[in-house]
C-alpha cells in the first residue's frame, strides 16, 4: 500500500510540473508508441482507486493554474467551429490537456467525447472533467463495459479501440511531437474519421526544429478545406485550420 501512495504521489508530481508551466515540455511526449509501459497499472489505479489532491489539482484551487487563460484560448477557438457540432457527434481529441475545449463542447452539444493521451495527462483530464461535469460518466482506459454507454472515454494512443467518428481535434501538440507519431496519428485520423466529417488543427505554421507545420502534415488527397486563419492568439506563429473528409 505504501508504495501505491508513493506511486500515485510521484505521478502527481509530474502532471503539477507539466500543467503548473506555461508551455507544454517535450519531455511528456517521449513515451514509446507499442511500449507496454508499467505504468498504464498505475494509471489505472491512480483513476480508478486513489482519489488526486483537489487543492493541487483543481483550476478552482491551483494558484499556478492557467486556466482563465486557456478557457478563454478556447472559447476564441470554439467560436469559429461551434456550428459543426450536432448532437449525437463522436468527438475524438488527440492531446485534450485539461478538457477545457471538451467541456465547452459538451455545454452545448451531447456528444460523446473521446480523448487519446498520455496516461499521466489522461489522469488529469479524467480528474478536472469529473469535477466539472459530474452528471457524465466516464470511461477509463482498462474499465469494462460498452463505450456506447459512456459520455467521456479516456484511451492511450497505443491502445486506442475507436470507432468511425466525426470530429478530430488537436490543438498545439502536433506541433511538439515527432514527425513518425504525427504520421500514425495521421492514419488513425484518416481511417476512423467518417466522410463529411471534420478535423480541426490548430498547431504551428512555422515549424520548430525537426516538426511538423501544420501545412507540411501529412494529408491524403481526401480532403477540403474548410477554414485557414491565423489563430486568434499567437497569431505570429499559430494556424488554425479545419478540413472536411470528402470521398
Not at 491502445?159 to 467518428?165: G, M, Q
Not at 504520421?183 to 520548430?208: E, M, S, T, W
Request: glycine share 6%; hydrophobic share 35%; charged share 30%.
Amino acid at each position: 500500500m505504501i508504495n501505491r501512495i508513493k506511486t500515485m504521489y510521484d505521478l502527481c508530481g509530474r502532471i503539477e510540473h507539466h500543467y503548473s508551466h506555461h508551455s507544454i515540455t517535450q519531455r511528456i511526449y517521449n513515451f514509446k508508441w507499442n511500449d507496454n509501459w508499467e505504468s498504464i497499472e498505475k494509471f489505472r489505479e491512480v483513476c480508478g482507486r486513489f482519489k488526486i489532491d483537489d487543492d493541487k489539482h483543481t483550476r478552482k484551487n491551483n494558484p499556478n493554474y492557467k486556466g482563465d487563460f486557456h478557457s478563454h484560448i478556447n472559447q476564441l477557438w470554439y467560436k469559429d467551429i461551434k456550428d459543426g457540432f450536432k448532437d449525437g457527434d463522436k468527438v475524438v481529441e488527440i492531446g485534450a490537456g485539461w478538457g477545457e475545449l471538451g467541456r465547452i463542447i459538451l455545454d452545448d452539444y451531447k456528444i460523446q467525447y473521446w480523448v487519446i493521451d498520455l496516461p499521466e495527462c489522461l489522469v488529469m483530464t479524467a480528474k478536472w472533467l469529473s469535477d466539472n461535469r459530474k452528471d457524465l460518466k466516464f470511461k477509463l482506459y482498462g474499465e469494462e463495459g460498452n463505450s456506447d454507454d459512456f459520455d467521456i472515454i479516456l484511451q492511450p494512443p497505443w491502445d486506442a479501440d475507436l470507432p468511425n467518428v466525426d470530429w478530430f481535434i488537436n490543438t498545439r501538440s502536433f506541433q511538439e511531437i515527432s514527425k513518425e507519431d504525427v504520421d500514425r496519428y495521421f492514419n488513425i485520423i484518416q481511417d476512423k474519421l467518417n466522410v463529411g466529417g471534420l478535423f480541426l488543427n490548430i498547431n504551428r505554421f512555422k515549424p520548430a526544429l525537426n516538426y511538423y507545420g501544420v501545412d507540411d502534415m501529412p494529408y491524403d488527397d481526401k480532403w477540403i478545406t474548410i477554414l485557414d486563419k491565423l489563430a486568434p492568439y499567437q497569431e505570429h506563429k499559430i494556424q488554425m485550420l479545419l478540413k472536411e473528409r470528402s470521398v
